[in-house]
C-alpha cells in the first residue's frame, strides 16, 4: 500500500507526466507531449490554489466538531495523542525537534487533560522519537511522568490501534489527531474495537458544515503557492488512506 500511496500522490503523478512528455519530445511527437504537460500544469494550478485545497480539506475536517466541553464527560478520564513525524537531531533542543503537527495535536490533547472534571492519564501512541519528544514536551508544561504513558510500538494508525486495543480494552478514551487524519484514525480503532471520542486538532481549513464560496476570496487565493500545495497533497493522502481502508474491509 505505501508504494500505491507514493505512486498516486500527485507529486508524483506531475512528475511521470513531465518525464514522459520529456520523453515523447525527444521522440519528436508534440502533440502528445503536450496532453502530458496540460495534465501536469492543471494539477499543480488546482492544488496550489486555495479555494481547491480548502474544498479538499473540508470533505475531511467537517466530520467531527472540536470537543469544545469534556468536564461533563464522567466516563470518560483518558487522553490519547497520536504521534506525527518529528526529528531527533542531538545538535538542537528538542523543542526544535517536534514538528508543527505533533505541537498541535500534543496542545488540544494537554487543553482537553487539564478540562477534564478527573483526568487520569495522557496516553502518547506512535514511534520512539516522536513519542519520547512529545513526553517531554508534557513535563514541560507540568504534567508528571506517572500521568503519561508511552506506546511507542506503532509505525502507522493500524499499529496504534492494535497495540491501544491491547492497553485500552474496551475502555472509553478521547481520541487527539489532526482534524484531516481523524476520519482515518477512527475507522481504524473502531474497526479493531476501539471506543473513542474524536476530538480533532490542528485544523488547516477549520470546521465548517458548508463549503465556503470561494467568488468572496481575493484575487490572490487563485495563485497557486506551495504551502496550499502541500496541504492538498496531504488531504489527497488521506482520502487514499480512507479509500484503501474501504477496499480492504
Known sequence: MSIIKILL??????TICLLT????LLKKRERGAIYFIMIATVLIFLLGIVPFSNFLLWGLERTYAPLMNVYDMHDVNLVV???????????VP???NIGYN???RLLEAYRIYRSMQKPEKIVISGGPVSAQMMTKVLMLWGVQRDKIIIEDRSANT???AVNLKELLSTQRFILVTSAIHLPRAMRSFTKHGLRPVPAPADFLYGYHKKFESPLARPLSSFVPNTDTFMRSCSAIYEYLGLFWYFVSA
Open 9 to 14: 500522490a500527485p507529486f508524483s503523478i506531475i
Open 21 to 24: 512528455a520529456i520523453v515523447i
Open 81 to 91: 495523542v497520536l504521534t506525527s513525524w518529528d526529528s531527533d537531531d542531538q545538535t
Open 94 to 96: 528538542y523543542t526544535s
Open 102 to 104: 505533533s505541537t498541535a
Open 158 to 160: 493500524r499499529e496504534s
